[in-house]
């Protein structure tokens, strides 16, 4: 079979490699893939940024998939052949302090499907079965691929921030990440508003409004007045940085009410900034790192109940066979998230 893989450690340089149909150890399954997303983190990879250099090359990507089980490995239990599944891919040790209070989202010694191992932009993936993750009967396979980047906006907003019904929130970023994030932080109540910038303006804006959201393009739009409209000047009650850039973090402590609250979600690099204003504000600074268990729990009801909408949010025009499109595309902006029909790889 052929994989989708990062081949060099250099810009681009995604081809297909020949790959092993896995047999599945004891204790894991192995899985057809049916669908698989793109993320945010697979253009890092895509422009090969500093955070994988620890890559070994090549690896097949992918790490936002949907499929069935095929085939069973000794001593599994909980899953069998036919069951509908995703992986939760950002997987702990078991053995550091971390993972053993519960907090294997921030393990010492994770391995990321997709990274550190062959992901799913091939047809078939061995998993251990306490990767796994069942697909409710509600939820369609299309959909379920975007479960993982789901459950990091329910981990960001449910699980770490402070929005509540009339709450006026921020999501800095209309992203993947920051769509879904908006999305979240709606089904808790939250009035939201989502910015971007220049590049924004062609799908992600746009997106964003389509999904019900009103939107600031901080190129053109004047702050002030737009707080002033949004917050009778107050600033946000809660303020997500879902941009990855520097101006992140510091165009969110321009944006919250002093009392409020900062979420840091995307990862922005380095910046540097008086701090003085967050302290007297008593802004509440709090980062939102992965997901777990619970999270994918409350991705799967947010998606089958509609608080998610799949059906707008995911876009179907890309096919891997033609990937490097996709990765321009959407490192262009001009797509938000793109979701793959593997079995175009048989
Ligand atoms: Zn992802
Ligand atoms: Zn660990």
Redesign the pocket.
């Known amino acids: 079979m052929r994989g989708l893989a990062k081949v060099e450690r250099s810009s681009g340089a995604m081809e297909f490699v020949e790959r092993q149909k896995p047999e599945p150890d004891a204790g894991e399954v192995l899985v057809e893939v049916d669908y698989a997303g793109l993320c945010g983190s697979d253009a890092g990879i895509y422009e090969f940024e500093s955070a994988f250099e620890r890559m070994e090359l090549p690896t097949v990507i992918g790490h936002e998939y949907a499929g069935r089980v095929v085939e069973v490995g000794d001593g599994v239990t909980e899953f069998g052949v036919g069951d509908r599944v995703v992986e939760r891919p950002i997987r702990?040790?078991?053995?550091?302090y971390?993972?053993r209070i519960g907090e294997?989202n921030v393990?010492?010694?994770?391995v990321i499907t997709g990274v550190d191992h062959d992901g799913a932009y091939e047809r078939f993936i061995a998993v251990p079965e306490r990767a796994l993750h069942p697909i409710p009967d509600d939820v369609e396979q299309r959909h379920a691929a975007v479960a993982e980047p789901t459950s990091i906006a329910a981990r960001a907003v449910i699980e770490n921030s402070r929005v509540g019904a009339g709450d006026r929130v921020l999501v800095e970023g209309p992203g993947p990440i920051g769509l879904l994030t908006a999305q979240v932080a709606a089904a808790q109540g939250g009035t939201v508003v989502v910015s971007g910038v220049g590049q924004d303006a062609d799908y992600r804006l746009p997106l964003a409004e389509e999904l019900g959201f009103e939107t600031v393009n901080v190129a053109d739009d004047d702050t002030e007045a737009r707080r002033e409209r949004h917050t009778g000047g107050v600033g946000y009650d809660v303020v997500f940085d879902t941009t990855g850039h520097p101006s992140g973090l510091t165009t969110a402590v321009e944006e919250v009410r002093k009392g409020g609250q900062i979420v840091l979600v995307g990862q922005t690099g380095e910046t540097s900034m008086p701090y003085s204003p967050l302290v007297r504000a008593e802004i509440d600074l709090q980062c939102s790192y992965a997901s777990m268990y619970e999270d994918f729990e409350r991705s799967f009801r947010l998606i089958r109940d509609g608080d998610v909408d799949c059906e707008t949010f995911v876009d179907t025009r890309f096919s891997l066979l033609e990937a490097d499109e996709a990765f321009e595309t959407f490192i262009e902006g001009g797509t938000c998230k793109p979701v793959f029909d593997i079995s175009e790889l048989a």
């Open positions: 702990g040790c078991g053995e550091c971390q993972c294997e393990c010492q010694d994770a």
